[in-house]
């Protein structure tokens, strides 16, 4: 069998620009698969372990103040398996290294409690529980501002500026994506958590022997909604906000969201990218075995069996795919390697690794060996399914006939030439459609990929240019009157206050309830409006409630109407409110209300809790520092430095992403239209010399042979648009959060960018292709038999 | 009087560089086709009748030597000049008819006559070589008779000067190849369009109006046939 090993060799080096496309597909798929699912793997492992040693809760309650005795009595509660209270608020920071402040969350933290949620020290210790002064700060925050052990900062803690110095860095459980309330990407420079001994802490902030926020753990057997309703109701006299479960822990949720994105992607991608790998073998296989008809039937003649010829051509299709499969670990690992730094960018973990699972490696390898055979299987039959007497004979000529164009009565308006084409097209009308899919995917994804930026950048223009038009806002550290605006826009560099008053409700409706905030404005603000997904800005009513679409569907309100909100603070009132709007916005889950009807619903004194500024130019760092030095100000935040920093990020990554995004999803492309021609030219050379011999040009010729990919290219990128919309279409319905919601926005540039960009891959492998076609040796061709 | 002459050549020699060996296919060959002329060109299987024709049919580019075609020398280095001359000229006919397999009949007629200047409609050129009948066939519905005959009518539908066929009734029987023969003699004497026939089978060379002989490379022997065999009297 030597020989054969040498004709295998010899097959594959002179089909090589075939053999390396399929190749290339199969990496592609394998990469996918260790990148992506392995990344899923690891971050699934990393995480699972940090929950399980850190006892990460499974609900949360923030309330406003309950004595420790109230413990007991969440202990007690059915299916209740550990219970942690803690006190926790914000403050602001101010760092000698820089201009603005930064916004501070303050949690307690007792050293020699097993609590829930537990911090892992990344260095130095936890503070004593009566420890003044010593802190703890969370290492993103600690990176980006440069912090180490021994270095101190200012806080303004109850109205008094306390100089505070860091005596350990610790990542939290429940801050893996470190996330400010209210905000919808880390800022690391001016958010970060700060954990101080229990006992110095409550002094602070006049809660001692109280806590303001419990996690709970829970038996397996429990049931999480039966022990939300109880812990509601204990914690109801105490202020209590509303207890949730993971699903709507920030963290959880937006680490849930990648976990989902990388387990479907890693799954779905190298599915496709394999039955591509099937569908190329099959055709590359099949015209293989046609062109070695007579050296298929000597072999039998000399007594080669079936088996060894079929194994032979199944080598073929094994080698192609094991040359893929071992670049596609190589680049697999690197990717995922690269993946998990890149997640190390925006989550913690305490010991995040890529995981190159060999069980991951056994699996795709097999799944890969399993769609090298389903593809070479037609070939290999053909080819052990030929009688010897008959391989010997040439193969009698292929039957066509007239089109479908032509049968409809088209005729008239076809060339010689243009029904050449069609007939080739429609006389292997499996092949034909398999190969405009596999093209049409590339546009797809390319779609998809391209729909994604847009969508961003969709959001994050309506959000800050268009939502939050306010230089700076400001959280009031505790509730004002009203007349404070008059006071901040006194202010110097203020040209425009406008407060706003948040009041934390209940919404009910029907068997359905929801927490949230219900917003107050006033009906002539201006920085701050209500913007529905078109980008239109919708008037406040003088009365009743605007709900946002997110908030809408979880109370399963479809339309306008009557709704019973329980006020969460106060003497908790429970008042009937009229829904008069629903808006369909991508942000948060809000409500909005004229103020003065929400000081009316809300009952109490008439305070508001913070305002937007609109500032003069130049003068927000200023200003700023200025506002967070104020004993009444707990937080200051300037979404326009926000969106400053997201567009930086943006430009960055822009370029970057796009070109992988083109690289990955054209592979497909160039694979298929490559090796579609090629066999075009192998099975029509001849035809081609002939036309070259009737005095048709090698322009003329080649226009010829490329149409039918270009046809299957055209019709692809149709289709490929509508997969690609679907696709969009089905990635905004997955990602329905209440954070954020997708705007489903696919606008003519990315479809005439990912046709652009296929056709570009069209052209390169036509090119290729045409340089063989043009060292065709007319005469040659013609001289043989076919 | 003499006709005046289509093709001429001087000096042609063709040397094929095969990596180690060089094969030397024609050697200092002068040669003449007059219009209106019926020629058989004979020789054994590598004698260089081939490689003469497809040099004078623009297929090929000599080594050494010129080619005119009547007083225009052709450019044998010039890809898109040989594709124009190929293109209005010159008519091939090969053994293995090289049909385009997803055309009909009339269609593989129509692909030459849709670049040609002056074409004859392809149902005329079909009906010369007595295919009316089977105009919307397909190849794989012919004969391969009736192949070769579509494969000449689509060689004369542009009207060339001159018809070039190398082997036309080497695939076929006796029977068969004597119709494709009526078919090339009909085209000659009805369109007068000059005919080079090879063969490397003697008994064809009777239906020649001139008959020469090659032989490694050289021309071995040029005769005039003043008398041309009927074809029915042919056999092989």
């Excluded at chain 1, 008069?580 to 889950?589: M, R, W, Y």
């Amino acid at each position: 069998m030597r020989a054969l090993r040498k004709k295998l060799g010899r097959d594959l080096w002179h089909n090589r620009g075939q053999v390396l496309s399929i190749a290339a597909v199969v990496a592609t798929a394998i990469m996918t698969v260790l990148s992506m699912r392995g990344t899923y793997e690891s971050l699934v492992v990393a995480r699972d372990d940090f929950y399980q040693e850190s006892a990460f809760p499974h609900i949360w309650a923030n309330l406003e103040r309950a004595p420790e005795s109230v413990r007991g009595r969440l202990e007690a509660i059915d299916g209740v398996s550990a219970v942690d209270t803690r006190i926790r608020f914000m403050a602001n920071l101010q760092l000698d290294n820089r201009d603005v402040p930064a916004t501070g969350l303050f949690s307690s933290v007792d050293p020699d409690v097993r609590s829930l949620g537990q911090l892992v020290l990344r260095s130095g210790r936890l503070p004593g529980i009566r420890e003044r002064d010593r802190v703890v700060v969370n290492e993103k925050f600690a990176e980006a501002n440069e912090l180490e052990e021994g270095d101190a900062f200012g806080g303004i803690i109850n109205g008094q500026m306390r100089r505070l110095q860091v005596v350990g860095i610790a990542i939290s459980p429940e801050y893996m994506y470190p996330l400010a309330p209210g905000s919808i990407f880390p800022d690391n420079e001016t958010f970060g958590l700060v954990w101080m001994g229990r006992e110095t802490l409550a002094a602070e902030s006049d809660m001692e022997g109280a806590f303001n926020e419990v996690a709970l753990q829970l038996q397996g057997s429990a049931q999480e909604e039966a022990v939300i309703d109880e812990l509601d109701r204990v914690l109801k006299p105490y202020g209590g906000l509303g207890g949730y479960g993971r699903a709507e822990q920030i963290s959880h949720q937006f680490l849930e969201g990648e976990l989902t994105q990388n387990r479907n992607t890693g799954t779905l991608i190298p599915a496709v990218f394999l039955a591509v790998v099937a569908f190329l073998l099959n055709i590359v296989l099949r015209r293989l075995v046609d062109t070695q008809r007579q050296e298929i039937a000597v072999l039998k003649a000399f007594g080669y069996t079936n088996r060894d010829v079929g194994w032979f051509y199944l080598r073929f299709a094994l080698l192609a795919v094991f040359i893929g499969t071992v670049a596609g670990i190589g680049f697999g690992v690197w990717f995922g390697n690269v993946m998990v730094e890149m997640y190390k960018e925006f989550f913690v973990f305490p010991d995040l690794q890529y995981r190159f699972g060999f069980d991951l490696v056994m699996i795709a390898v097999v799944i890969s060996i399993l769609s090298a055979a389903i593809g070479a299987l037609g070939g290999v039959r053909s080819a052990t399914g030929l009688p010897p007497a008959e391989a010997m004979r040439p193969k009698s000529p292929a039957h066509f006939r007239p089109g479908i164009f032509e049968r409809m009565g088209f005729e008239e308006w076809l060339s010689s030439t243009a029904r050449m084409v069609l007939r080739n097209i429609e006389r292997q009308p499996v092949k034909s459609i398999l190969s405009a899919l596999g093209v049409a995917f590339s546009v797809s994804v390319l779609v998809l990929g391209m729909f994604m930026f847009d969508a961003i950048e969709y959001m994050m223009d309506l959000q800050f240019n268009k939502v939050q038009r306010e230089d700076i806002s400001v959280v009031f550290e505790r509730p004002l009157p009203e007349s404070v605006e008059i006071e901040l826009e006194h202010m110097p560099a203020v040209t425009r206050a406008e407060v706003y008053r948040a009041v934390p409700v209940r919404l009910i409706h029907g068997h359905l309830e929801k927490e949230a905030g219900i917003t107050g404005r006033r009906l002539d603000d201006e920085l701050q409006r209500i913007i529905d997904e078109d980008g239109r800005p919708i008037r406040l009513p003088p009365d009743g409630l605007v709900l946002s679409r997110y908030l809408a569907d979880q109370l399963g309100l479809k339309h306008p109407g009557p709704i019973r909100a329980e006020i969460l603070e106060g003497s908790r009132p429970e008042r009937t409110v009229q829904v008069v709007d629903i808006v369909d916005d991508f942000l948060g889950a809000s409500a909005y209300m004229e103020l003065e009807g929400l000081h009316r619903l809300a009952g109490g004194v008439r305070s508001v809790n913070g305002a937007n500024l609109k500032l003069a130019p130049g003068t927000r760092d200023a200003v700023m520092s200025e506002l967070a030095r104020k004993p009444s100000v707990s937080g200051v935040s300037s979404p326009r430095k926000m969106y400053e920093i997201f567009r930086q990020q943006m430009d960055e990554g822009f370029l970057l992403g796009v070109f992988f995004l083109v690289f990955f999803s054209s592979i497909i492309a160039l694979a298929v239209i490559y090796n579609g021609a090629r066999i075009a030219l192998s099975e029509r050379g001849r035809e081609l010399a002939s036309l070259r011999v009737l005095g048709f040009s090698k322009q003329e010729v080649a226009v010829l042979l490329f149409s039918e990919q270009a046809l299957i290219t055209l019709v692809a990128i149709p289709i490929g648009w509508l997969l690609g919309y679907w696709m969009s279409w089905a990635m905004v319905n997955a990602f329905v959060t209440e954070s954020y919601r997708i705007p489903f926005i696919v606008d003519a540039g990315t479809f005439t960018f990912s046709a652009a960009a296929t056709i570009v891959a069209a052209v390169i492998s036509s090119l290729v292709v045409r340089r063989r076609l043009n060292r065709y040796d007319l005469i040659s061709v013609l001289k043989t038999r076919d | 009087m003499e006709s005046p002459t289509i093709f001429r050549a001087e000096g042609l020699t063709k040397i094929y560089d095969m990596g180690e060996v060089q094969v030397v296919a024609l050697r200092d060959v002068d040669f003449t086709l007059l219009e209106g002329e019926l020629l058989v060109l004979l020789g054994a299987s590598g004698s260089g009748k081939s490689t003469l024709l497809n040099i004078l049919g623009g297929l090929d580019s000599p080594t050494e030597g010129s080619v005119w075609y009547r007083d225009q020398k052709l450019n044998t280095d010039n890809e898109d000049e040989l594709t124009e001359y190929r293109r209005h000229h010159v008519g091939f006919v090969f053994q293995f008819y090289n049909l385009i397999p997803s055309l009909t009949a009339r269609e593989n007629v129509a692909l030459v006559t849709e670049i040609a200047e002056d074409p004859m409609p392809p149902a005329e050129a079909l009906e010369l070589v007595g295919l009316k009948e089977r105009i919307d066939h397909f190849p794989a519905q012919l004969s391969g008779g009736e192949q070769q005959r579509v494969a000449i009518a689509r060689a004369v539908a542009k009207r060339p000067q001159v018809l070039l066929c190398d082997e036309p009734t080497g695939a076929l029987d006796l029977e068969t190849g004597r119709i494709v023969l009526r078919a090339l003699e009909r085209v000659n004497n009805e369109l007068g369009t000059a005919i080079a026939v090879i063969t490397h089978n003697a008994a064809i060379a009777g239906m020649g109006d001139r008959i020469v002989r090659m032989s490694s490379g050289r021309i071995a022997s040029d005769e005039r046939n003043p008398h041309r065999t009927h074809i029915d009297e042919i056999t092989w």
